[in-house]
């Protein structure tokens, strides 16, 4: 089975503008998990998609948003980018339940820059 | 905030060497998940124990789980050059509906 996608891989971006990020997660696995990661917070959940609800969300403002789509693929959405919002932006799947109920399956990543 | 804390942030030895890596957390947990992450990319996830495990093996790691000290520990055996990366040990939180939630990491060098 091929691994989780995430599309683009870099993306560079100045203040102010939104971005979409896309996460197409292993064939059969229903849940989408996105996480931050910068030096300084770590590893920092985003949100969770399962069957296309929004099961579990994160501490992050609502400038970041996200969906899910019929086929499991999901998206995440930052308006009006700050410069803090550099990072990298994981996406992970499994095949059932909650994120932290099995193993996560991580994607590449996609590393924003924010200019 | 972080739930599960990481010991030592840093650890380098030579090949061969065993590497032990441990991880503190505040609250009961459902399960416990250590992954590595090779510089900048995705995570592998590497041994979900679960809160009624006390050790579970694969290969070369041995992990283990003391509920009462609300702590883990990960033994990487007999250590390869290959086995430089950072490793995050991730905790569900009873009541989080399955809500991962990551140490900040150990970065681990072996040195050829």
């Known amino acids: 089975k091929a691994g989780v996608t995430q599309t683009p891989r870099y993306l560079i971006k100045t203040r102010g503008q939104q971005v979409t990020l896309s996460c197409s997660p292993i064939s059969g696995h229903r849940s989408v998990s996105w996480y931050q990661q910068t030096p300084g917070q770590g590893l920092q959940f985003l949100f969770e998609?399962?069957?296309?609800?929004?099961?579990n969300k994160g501490n992050f403002p609502g400038r970041f948003s996200g969906r899910q789509f019929s086929n499991s693929r999901s998206e995440m959405n930052v308006s009006t980018l700050e410069l803090g919002d550099s990072a990298l932006y994981l996406c992970?799947?499994?095949?059932?339940?909650?994120?932290?109920?099995?193993?996560?399956?991580f994607g590449p990543g996609t590393r924003l820059t924010v200019l | 905030s972080q739930q599960g804390e990481e010991d030592p942030q840093a650890l380098s030895i030579q090949e061969g060497e065993n590497a032990t890596m441990n991880c503190s957390y505040k609250t009961s947990i459902n399960n416990l998940q250590w992954y590595r992450q090779n510089s900048g990319r995705g995570l592998v996830h590497l041994i979900l124990i679960r809160s009624n495990e006390r050790e579970k093996h694969s290969g070369r790691l041995r992990v283990t789980l003391d509920t009462s000290k609300k702590s883990s520990s990960l033994l990487i055996t007999a250590s390869r050059a290959a086995d430089t990366a950072s490793y995050f040990c991730?905790?569900?939180?009873?009541?989080?509906?399955?809500?991962?939630?990551f140490g900040k990491g150990t970065l681990l060098t072996v040195n050829p």
């Open positions: 998609y399962f069957s296309e609800t929004q099961r």
């Open positions: 991730a905790t569900v939180t009873r009541g989080s509906n399955y809500k991962l939630t």
């Open positions: 992970a799947s499994s095949p059932t339940g909650g994120s932290g109920e099995n193993e996560q399956f």
